[in-house]
């Protein structure tokens, strides 16, 4: 009796024809999209577990309470038309960053209007079926009848709650919700696979949930102990006793710049005929092999990881969230060391990524920014300052003498755009001996090498300008690339072109090093390893904080990096002991607690007066 009672208030024809049943079909179909796209990008481990099919349906019957509730067709057209936008938002997100949209960087949408082209380009065709299937919704619940089943709200809700939980008890199985979650977050093959699995709003409460609980915990003692093993480990690089150390550093970094194009060619013709020839000179030491290790930050992330020698937070963009704890950094170390003035020169908003705030917290003087610069060449969409002219501007301002007078110290810091997605150059910056248009290569990347060329070209502008001043010799110059560029089509662009490599590795260029002139290094290294081989060439093992990698000159470095979007773990691990191993792969907590905790607030920084 009691359960023919139940029965009948979940079913019922009242209830599942109609229009009503069209609701909830359809918030069902655009989840499933949603779930399917998600997968195409990362891997379809999720749809193997059961319980993404349960949350989905309890997700979907839970989307169908608006239009019970009102009985209009227009406000579930609305409603699915808003979800498929926010669904859309991180399906593209996701395609650059691997991850969902952090829940704090949603207040960041104004942000979008500076990369409206990098937006466009992230959206596959594919995108538009969860578009269809909001038309198709509305044009079927009008041919429906508008039948008025009883108590629609309440039944659904009821329905949900059952279902929702057998759900609940499965995931309390598998240790309750944010130990469930956290273990596919942990993960090496299943990171991306908690959103289709525990849906959307399932990862915003992880990650509030994840904040509040790491920000909540005294960190100090792990992070402690790993300092200790990491300098047990890890010796601090001193200069031989010949060797001049540094006292200025101009650090150029180019946007999206990867090393596979440096020395390659291309009918014959070099793709990066400058960096070739810097290469060339016997006074440059090259790192072809320096894994990308940037996050969700992307350019701001390379920042921390070669002015602060600390690797990028999980889930959480460091320059947004905490833009006011205190950070190590080579800026500080230099200041305590040589009196050292620090600028960044960027053609960028000083609101993108933040970058206003976070560059006084690593120490930085000043930030020379769009608002400094003549709008005379542009490349983008919405339209930036081209690389050329930012370094011609750049230069005319050194020149006037009161940023870098002869003889001072002084780090310089330079942040290309040109290199962005979707690396599109107008026609008339072409180079017509290096016309890629009628390439037989997938348009991106012909696109992608054409760019890569273009920035090559303009480099000299800026490096010129350093070689004919009198302070060169005291002069350290380092280009690197930001991190890789071609994200989610590096696989297809592997099979379309030999020159394209499977890896994300980044080149490093240093020129007028105190040691090292003239050779490479071709063994595996990590973004991060490049603060403590800077830090050595400057002459700043005296600083308290010495990174948290392996400078490049020290001969027992082992050839190992982590990637912090994919989890790879890249070199020769057989040749590390077990503790460096898990002092490397347990580096990003670490480098995140003190980060949340503002371990650096107490600690010696000097420079940073």
């Not at 629609?152 to 059952?162: F, K, Q």
């Not at 996050?295 to 992330?301: H, L, V, W």
């Not at 000083?350 to 003549?374: E, H, K, M, V």
Request: glycine share 6%; hydrophobic share 40%.
């Amino acid at each position: 009796m009691v359960m023919g009672k139940i029965l009948r208030v979940f079913s019922g024809r009242d209830l599942w024809t109609g229009r009503m049943c069209v609701a909830v079909l359809s918030s069902l179909a655009l989840l499933l999209w949603f779930d399917v796209d998600w997968c195409i990008t990362t891997t379809f481990r999720a749809m193997s577990d059961p319980l993404m099919w349960l949350n989905t349906l309890v997700a979907a019957l839970l989307m169908s309470i608006p239009y019970a509730a009102a009985r209009r067709i227009s406000v579930h057209v609305i409603w699915l038309t808003v979800v498929y936008g926010l669904l859309e938002a991180n399906l593209m997100y996701c395609r650059t960053y691997l991850t969902a949209i952090p829940p704090a960087s949603y207040l960041l949408v104004g942000n979008l209007s500076d990369f409206t082209a990098s937006v466009a380009d992230s959206i596959r065709w594919y995108d538009w079926f969860g578009a269809l299937t909001v038309v198709a919704a509305g044009w079927v619940m009008k041919r429906k009848a508008a039948l008025r089943p009883r108590r629609p709200v309440a039944r659904i809700l009821l329905l949900s709650a059952v279902m929702a939980s057998v759900s609940a008890l499965w995931i309390m199985a598998r240790g309750g919700f944010y130990a469930a979650y956290d273990r596919l977050a942990q993960s090496c093959y299943y990171s991306t696979c908690g959103v289709p699995v525990y849906t959307l709003g399932g990862h915003i409460a992880y990650s509030l949930i994840d904040d509040s609980r790491r920000d909540a915990t005294d960190h100090t003692p792990d992070i402690d102990r790993w300092i200790a093993l990491h300098d047990s480990l890890v010796a601090v690089q001193e200069l031989p006793a010949d060797a001049v150390p540094r006292r200025n550093l101009v650090l150029i970094i180019c946007e999206s710049l990867e090393s596979w194009p440096v020395e390659a060619r291309i009918d014959g013709k070099e793709i990066t005929p400058y960096l070739n020839s810097l290469l060339r000179d016997s006074t440059t030491l090259y790192a072809p092999n320096i894994l990308t290790q940037v996050a969700s930050g992307r350019s701001i992330d390379c920042q921390l990881l070669i002015n602060c020698g600390l690797l990028p937070m999980n889930g959480q963009v460091y320059s947004m969230k905490y833009p006011s704890v205190t950070y190590p950094s080579l800026n500080k170390a230099m200041r305590e060391r040589y009196g050292t003035k620090s600028y960044i020169f960027t053609c960028d908003k000083p609101i993108t990524w933040n970058q206003q705030a976070i560059g006084r917290a690593f120490g930085y003087d000043s930030l020379i920014d769009r608002r400094a610069w003549r709008m005379d060449e542009m490349i983008g969409n919405p339209a930036k300052l081209s690389d050329g002219s930012f370094l011609r501007q750049s230069v005319e301002l050194l020149r006037q003498g009161h940023i870098w007078p002869e003889g001072e110290s002084r780090m310089l810091t330079f942040v290309t755009y040109s290199g962005h997605n979707p690396f599109r150059l107008p026609d008339n910056m072409v180079d017509p001996q290096f016309d890629m248009r009628e390439k037989d290569l997938p348009r991106r990347l012909a696109d992608y090498i054409a760019m890569a060329h273009y920035t090559d070209s303009q480099l000299h502008i800026l490096i010129d300008y350093l070689r004919s001043r009198r302070d060169f010799d005291n002069t350290l110059v380092v280009i690197v690339g930001d991190h890789e560029g071609l994200a989610g089509d590096r696989n297809d662009f592997v099979k379309a072109s030999s020159l394209v490599s499977a890896g994300q590795y980044t080149p490093l260029l240093i020129l007028n090093p105190p040691v090292g002139g003239g050779s490479r290094v071709e063994s595996v290294a990590g973004q991060i390893d490049i603060y403590p081989t800077l830090s050595a060439m400057l002459g700043l093992s005296g600083y308290f904080w010495h990174g948290m990698g392996q400078s490049l000159l020290d001969p027992d470095r082992g050839a190992y990096a982590v990637s912090m979007m994919t989890g790879e773990e890249v070199g020769d691990s057989a040749a590390l002991t077990s503790r460096m191993l898990d002092m490397i792969r347990s580096a990003r907590r670490i480098s995140d607690a003190t980060i949340r905790s503002d371990y650096f607030k107490n600690q010696p920084l000097n420079g940073s007066d």
